[in-house]
């Protein structure tokens, strides 16, 4: 019955038409693609592995029998998913890259804490952990439910400014280079320069926010808070201490970047050819494409940790012969300043091994938050766009 009153509409609605089978087939195509779209996102993890055109027949059986010929073709003027984001404003892709930047950094917060612990090449003794959890129940156990949050401000603050440039470049270099290289297709060539490009104006940014969380993360942090790190960071080292790692973290962002976007667009290839709004399909590229990358560039995030944090044991154990009293002009040599100089300190401390500290914790935080920030990022794209597409529509 139900297949019976699906082919008695569509007869309706080339009847509406003039009988032209051409244009009922565009009209009903039409409300497939619009019905699936809005559905799909509802039952996507139960329909994952089907297409939108499916869900979009269902829920066709609940279209009135009389729609007209002027809905019908108001319906056929309404875009699929994939002419979305062409039409995106910048403002859409700032709010949706603000908006997915800031979550994925606050809910995989304490594994962030747990990898720059586990980044330490002089780690005291209560803080040297086995794995993740066995790190995460020894320091809620011992400093508190809330010390794997601190200095989560701080990153809150940094995220979202520093995202909202990062995926509105991206996407604005992707299109621009994609239709110089080749039009009318997806370029791996122009995903990764456009992910490169917006990595520069996304770690100017979130830099001086990665040094004071990463000061605050480590075991027995002098700091008090926030203002407190800063206001001490300045005055001891400098405004330049904020931007000690910024070198280091472009050398290991940008080729992890243009590692993760050529993934996740070569694997929405795979899993979305038609690029329909599909939350598993964002989620499962997001995630592969993260843990991939992180892996490859964990030996530059240690060396990063390290200009970050300019863990005191380390210092100590690289000039012993140092004391406390001794002047600051001695004292400088002890700061760890620059990429070769991070890399001949880790090696000297740890051999090879050192470079791979932590590649458990950074590969486990990076799936989960890559696959939050596409997925949020992707929902609030499609959301705002439509609403902006709608709103247009009916003025």
């Keep these: 019955m139900e297949a019976d009153g699906f082919v008695r509409r569509r007869r309706m609605t080339a009847e509406t038409t003039g009988n032209d089978p051409g ?9 497939v693609r619009w019905m699936g779209g809005r559905f799909w996102g509802v039952s996507e993890t139960i329909v994952g592995s089907l297409s939108p055109r499916i869900g979009g027949e269902t829920e066709l059986q609940t279209v009135d029998f009389n729609r007209s010929a002027q809905d019908a073709q108001t319906e056929d003027s309404e875009p699929d998913y994939e002419g979305l984001p062409q039409g995106a404003s910048t403002s859409t892709h700032m709010w949706a890259g603000a908006v997915a930047g800031i979550m994925e950094h606050c809910l ?28 995460l129940r020894r320091i809620i156990a011992t400093e508190g439910v809330w010390r794997p949050m601190r200095g989560l401000n701080a990153t809150a603050v940094g995220a979202g400014p520093a995202h909202a440039l990062y995926f509105a ?7 621009t280079l994609s239709d110089a290289i080749h039009p009318g297709a997806n370029s791996h060539l122009a995903n990764g320069t456009a ?21 605050m993360q480590m075991y027995n942090s002098p700091y008090r808070g926030v203002m407190d790190c800063v206001r001490a960071v300045w005055y001891k080292e400098g405004p330049g201490a904020f931007y000690r790692s ?32 599909n939350p598993s399909s964002h989620m499962m590229s997001g995630a592969l494409a993260g843990a991939i990358a992180a892996a490859a560039t964990t030996p530059l995030d240690v060396c990063k940790t390290l200009l970050n944090t300019q863990e005191s044991l380390t210092l100590h154990s690289l000039s012993p012969s140092q004391g406390p009293g001794q002047g600051q002009g001695q ?5 760890i300043s620059g990429l070769a100089h991070a890399f001949r300190t880790v ?7 050192g ?12 799936m989960p938050s890559t696959a939050i920030s596409w997925s949020v990022y992707e929902f609030f794209k499609y959301g705002l766009t439509k609403h902006q597409h709608n709103k247009r529509r009916s003025q």
């Design 246 to 277: 910024y070198t280091t973290q472009l050398t290991m962002n940008v080729p992890f970047q243009a590692l993760h976007f050529m993934t996740y667009e070569y694997l929405q290839e795979l899993l979305n050819p038609h690029r329909q709004y």
């Design 169 to 175: 470049s991206y996407e604005k270099l992707k299109k």
């Design 195 to 215: 992910g490169c490009v917006a990595t520069l104006l996304h770690d100017a940014i979130m830099n001086p926010a990665e040094v004071v969380k990463q000061r």
């Design 347 to 353: 090696y000297r401390l740890g051999g090879l091994p």
């Design 23 to 31: 244009v009922a087939g565009a009209s009903a195509g039409a409300e």
């Design 331 to 335: 004292g400088a040599h002890r700061q």
């Design 108 to 135: 995989m917060f304490p594994i962030d804490c747990v990898k720059t612990r586990m980044q330490s090449l002089q780690p005291a003794p209560a803080a040297r952990y086995r794995n993740v959890m066995d790190a």
């Design 355 to 366: 470079f791979f500290k932590g590649v458990q914790a950074r590969i486990i935080y990076q």
